[in-house]
């Protein structure tokens, strides 16, 4: 079957999409503490209901949602399960700039595009199988995971740009209507085009008959009884946990190295990093046909990252150098983490053949957002006094999953397609 040209359409309004709702959640991640300004008297940043909540929530809400998620696109297709995802896109991006000086209005609608993620990044897989030859899953699952990073690059290092977020100036705290109704505008036309124009699958295709893929229920029964996905689930566990820890916490983290500015760059240039890989690695692993070297690679490079975040202090050699040690760890981490998704996704798919592609998929995220979630709880509470012990213990969790990597088998479908060519 010759692939759809129509392939390319599909995958950039994903791509359109999944920036946006990256955008939606780490909207205030990176001004945390300009944010308590604005919102002074309708937030206690002690308690569980603080700033970080609004991006505490998206992993909190997508435990509940992953796997109905996942069901929805598996069972009634890709294209009821966007054209859901995108319609809550649509209206909570439009209700969060309407309500943004009500705190209590801003955490309703982060809820509801919360509960549109999973819509968006469950589908993934599911879109790759459906569109895209076997020799470029691998790149579209890249290009889609790379527009996620997007999405969180934009909303650590533009969203102070917009806001006031240097503290010796007189606009401090301000700006953040302006910038929900640019992330609103653009999150509504994203998702309006996605409605409008996705397919779900090219005119002439139809699964062969030895990949038509499992019912739901039996296929996550199948996946959790996987040897290669429980590895799979002990790396995102660790990997996408402390991903999703680092980008929630990043302005916390710029304050404990003594950053006075909520400038976001730590994330941004872990989002720098993880664009660069993302954009190198998954095509690597597609050329080559090898998907477990290639996360032995992520995983041996995400060591040094996560060592140097966590352990800045003790490294300067004078403490004018913390803050470039914890650019330089966080541009590492970025680059073989992040990189780490897309390959790990299209493995997970493989492995579990033929269990439904976005129920492995819905359960590696949700395994990630848990962890992420329990993460960040941790580190925030309490007036964040935890947050150096969870960084140090970040470091011995990253040891872990390299040791863990190893154990992986090579996807079978890999050991496939390398036979031809040594005939």
């Excluded at 690059?153 to 977020?165: E, K, Q």
């Excluded at 429980?230 to 950053?259: K, P, W």
């Amino acid at each position: 079957m010759k692939p759809s040209p129509y392939r390319w359409i599909i995958l950039t309004l994903l791509m359109l999409v999944t920036f946006v709702v990256s955008i939606q959640w780490l909207t205030h991640a990176a001004v945390v503490r300009p944010a308590e300004v604005f919102y002074k008297g309708q937030v206690d940043p002690a308690s569980f209901l603080n700033i970080d909540f609004l991006a505490l929530s998206y992993m909190l809400i997508f435990l509940a949602m992953s796997l109905p998620a996942s069901y929805i696109i598996d069972t009634y297709g890709i294209k009821t399960g966007l054209t859901i995802g995108s319609l809550m896109v649509a209206v909570f991006s439009i209700t969060k700039a309407l309500f943004a000086t009500s705190f209590n209005g801003v955490v309703i609608s982060q809820i509801g595009l919360a509960i549109a993620q999973p819509f968006i990044l469950n589908a993934v897989t599911a879109v790759t199988v459906r569109w895209f030859p076997f020799s470029e899953r691998g790149l579209a699952a890249g290009m889609a995971v790379l527009a996620q990073y997007l999405g969180i690059i934009v909303a650590m290092l533009v969203t102070p740009l917009i806001v006031g977020s240097h503290p010796e100036l007189e606009n401090y705290g301000t700006g953040f209507e302006k910038m929900l109704w640019i992330y609103g505008i653009l999150s509504l036309v994203s998702s309006l085009a996605l409605i409008l124009l996705i397919k779900e699958h090219p005119e002439d295709f139809e699964f062969p008959i030895q990949d038509v893929p499992q019912g739901f229920g039996k296929g996550v029964l199948d996946i959790l009884y996987n040897r290669d996905m429980q590895i799979t689930m002990i790396l995102f566990f660790v990997g996408l946990g402390i991903f999703n820890a680092v980008s929630s916490m990043t302005d916390r983290i710029s304050e404990m190295a003594g950053v006075k500015d909520s400038d976001g760059l730590i994330g941004g240039i872990m989002l720098i990093g993880g664009i660069i890989g993302a954009l190198i690695l998954p095509i690597l692993s597609d050329k080559f046909r090898k998907r477990k070297l290639f996360l032995v690679i992520c995983l041996i490079g995400m060591v040094p990252g996560v060592f140097g975040l966590s352990f800045a202090g003790d490294l300067r050699l004078n403490p004018e150098n913390t803050y470039s040690i914890l650019l330089v760890s966080s541009f590492v981490l970025g680059f073989f983490v992040m990189s780490a998704g897309p390959i790990a996704f299209q493995y997970a798919a493989e492995v579990s053949h033929p269990a439904p592609e976005a129920a492995s998929q819905g359960i590696l995220l949700w395994i990630g957002q848990l962890s992420g979630m329990l993460f960040v709880a941790g580190m925030s509470i309490d007036n964040n006094a935890h947050l150096v012990s969870f960084m140090s213990a970040f470091a011995i969790l990253s040891v872990f999953a390299l040791v863990s990597v190893f154990f992986l088998r090579e996807s079978p479908m890999m050991i496939a397609e390398t036979i031809p060519l040594s005939k």
